[in-house]
Structure formats: C-alpha cells, structure tokens
C-alpha cells in the first residue's frame, strides 16, 4: 500500500459517514466566536443558465446557508466522497466545518488535520484557514509568525485577501512586538491590486 492510498484509508476511518455525523443548528456567531476562515465551495455546483458570469458569484455558500439536515446529510456526503478521492477544496471545505461549528460540532484537532491535507494537496484555501486557525488560536495557542507564514503561502495561491490579513497582522501585531506599518502598507496595496485584477 503507497503512503498516499495510507492516508486516504486513514482519512476514510478518521470522517464519520453522513449517517452517523451529527449537525447543529446554525448559530449566529458572536464577537468572539465568529465564524473564520474560507470554504472553497463558493457557489453550488448546479448548472446556472442565462445567468451573467458576474452575477453567480452573488450566489451564497450552501455550506454557511443551508439549514435542511436532509440537504446537508447530503451535501456532507458528497463532500467527504470528494476527500476521499482526495480533492483538496471538499477537504478543505470538511476543515472548515469543524473549525467554526457552525453546521457540525467544534472539532478543532480534526478541523487542523484535514485542513493541512488540504495544504499538501495545494489548497490555497486551507493555507488561508490554517492562517486563521493561527491568528485567531483556535484549538491552538496564538501565532502570529504561523499565521503570517500561512497566509503568505495562501496569497502566492491566488487567496487575494490573504493580502488583507497580512496587512492587518503587520498594523496590529502581537503583544512584545512593534507594529511593522510600511509592511502592513505593502501587503493592503498587493491586496487592493489583486483585488483590481480580480474584478
């Protein structure tokens, strides 16, 4: 058995199956409890006709919206199918489920795991979210020097507010440590450039 087809057995025993996963209902986040991060699945994958390509972004992320348990039995099952095909966006999307506990249980040791696979396998998303895990200490200790190393990884992967969160780790920085405000500067330019591209 190759270390990769290891991995994925392992990632096949360490997901519970769709029948067995419990989901919570969707809970407004506080100040202290907001959600972070980044899903990869941005739109729903559903054929979208005569629609402007411009106007589908508009479109809101089902993993943060849905509330039918049913659907998201569903779309949970379709999710982990894809990681255990080892598609980087549905791990990444997994992760990013259990590091905010919005729709599953927290599980912030599961939600890091998943989300480094996710890192190895490419996923600028769950560099940006690895960031977050990072900034915020979520089910870690703090770590600005981590966060700063994650979220520049993210940017170079096409993240583009990956740049922002640079810009406000630089600005604020943490205790025992100046503010750096001509960094801080540089990386709100890149971000706002990138953002001019995107658009």
Known sequence: ?????????????????????????????????????????????????????SMIGIVVNPLATLNDPSLLSCLYKHLRDDALASDPDAINDLGWLWINGSRLSFDNVLARRLLRLAYVLGSGEAAFNLGEQAWHGRGMAVNHDLAACYYEH??????????????????????????????????????????????
Do not use: N
């Open 1 to 53: 058995m190759s270390p990769d087809e290891k991995v994925f057995k392992f990632l096949d025993a360490l997901l519970p199956s769709a029948e067995c996963v419990r989901f919570v209902e969707r809970r407004l986040p506080c100040v202290v409890d907001i959600d972070i991060g980044m899903p990869s699945l941005r739109v729903p994958r559903l054929r979208v006709d005569g629609l402007l390509p």
């Open 154 to 199: 993210a940017y170079e992967r096409g993240i583009s507010c990956a740049g922002r969160a640079l810009g406000r780790l630089y600005e604020t920085r943490a205790k025992g440590h100046a503010p750096d405000f001509e960094q801080a500067a540089y990386w709100y330019r890149q971000a706002a450039e990138s953002a001019l591209f995107e658009g």
